[in-house]
């Protein structure tokens, strides 16, 4: 297991704030908290510690944690001691956790009852599943990718945990970032095909059973929709969940969506509790259910699928999105991205925005249309393929080949913000100093004189 790397900057009046115990990372924003297992599944398998930022405790509520392998003696699990952990909970009027009408906040969002929270990669027809689950030594459904939470950065009020793991010739990086003042997450994750031939047919999934009240109305049942479904012409992705209230009243308060700007990805709902469908295909044949065709009554494709716009039900089932990725030649990477959002309006809207920029962002940093490309980085895109960025990972110094006068290179964090920039004075190999860059992955993008995107990379600093 690699070590963990803790960098925090903590400023008066900002209350931002990520910490790590046994394995898992805790990450504590004014109105969300969050709990990342050693799987990078969300959904901690101990409970959060007894208290975060200037002694600030954490909200964990309405059941025990996930289990993790009895041989994960370093990873320990209270799945059957029955104690709370954190998956994921949220304050979304933004009025104090202690304050408010029927319920102070809501969540946790998936740990009641059999917690279900995870993602998949398949490639070459075959698929891995890291899933958190309840009970004693199972926190496995088929298999796993090895991984670890590697490192963890609180600046100002914003909260980034990087997990990394490897599974086959892939390399999977994921980045959640949580910005204090918002009422949603962002996740990023990178994948790289580190090995010798090409990966074929690669996919991705993520997926959770919401249960966004049961703590509070004992009621384990959502209503879920199919809010947004490609194709839309703002190039939106969500599926969304509500919880009941008293009386079994849904609340519109209670929201859980899950949503991206890919428009290479589609979202789904399952009919029945769980992650996978009934049958357990693999991750395209999900993704080739639906093909953007019109609504058919009384539902979806199949019984057990519900995959059209508008298409919603209420029951206690998953909800999820996939990403169709395509072929990665050796070396190439893709970046993904989506959200978890706990309120829609305006926090909406922006938690769906982070999820394409900058990452195919035009000369001024405006998110562009998805609808032809990957999300994120392939090299196959660049218009210079000899353009590389090294060493990778970086400490305080970084390379960049093949560069040409007046060009410019910007480096982005993963909630899209600018961090770093030069302008090219001479061609060729240039040097740069990144010693002020904070630990973590970065988007590193090269326009050429007149604006045109010569490449996007992904770096990441130790």
Known sequence: MKPIVLISLLFAGIQAHAQLDSCNVFLQGNYVEVGINFNGAYGSSVPPPDSGYCSRPYHPKGGAAVANDSFLTMCPSIACTGLIGLGFVADPDKDGWTVGSPYPYFGDYFLPG???E????E????QVDNFNAYGCNANRIYGTANGSNISYTTSGSVITAVWQGTWDSLLITQTTTLDTSQTFFTTHVIIKNTGTTTRHDVYYQRTVDPDNTEPESGSFITKNKIEYQRPDTAHRVLVSSWGEGPGGTILSSAYLGLGTMDSNAKCFIFNTSGLLPPSGEKIDSLYGKYAGISSIPGGGDTVQTLMHQNDSETLDEGIGLVFKIGDLIPVDSIIIAYA???KRGVDLDSALKTTGH????DSSGNPGDTSHHHTGINVATN??????????????EMTISALSVADQITVYDMMGR??????ITKDGSNTFNTATLLQGMYILRVLDKDGNVKARLPIQKL
């Not at 218009?383 to 305080?396: E, R």
């Not at 600018?418 to 302008?423: F, G, L, P, R």
């Open 114 to 116: 059999t917690p279900q």
């Open 383 to 396: 218009k210079s393929t000899n353009i590389q960025a090294y060493p990778n990972p970086l400490t305080n």
């Open 123 to 126: 490639a070459d027809g075959m």
């Open 340 to 342: 978890y959002v706990f």
């Open 418 to 423: 600018k961090v770093q920039s030069w302008i």
């Open 118 to 121: 995870g993602w998949s990669i």
């Open 358 to 361: 900058p990452l195919h962002s």
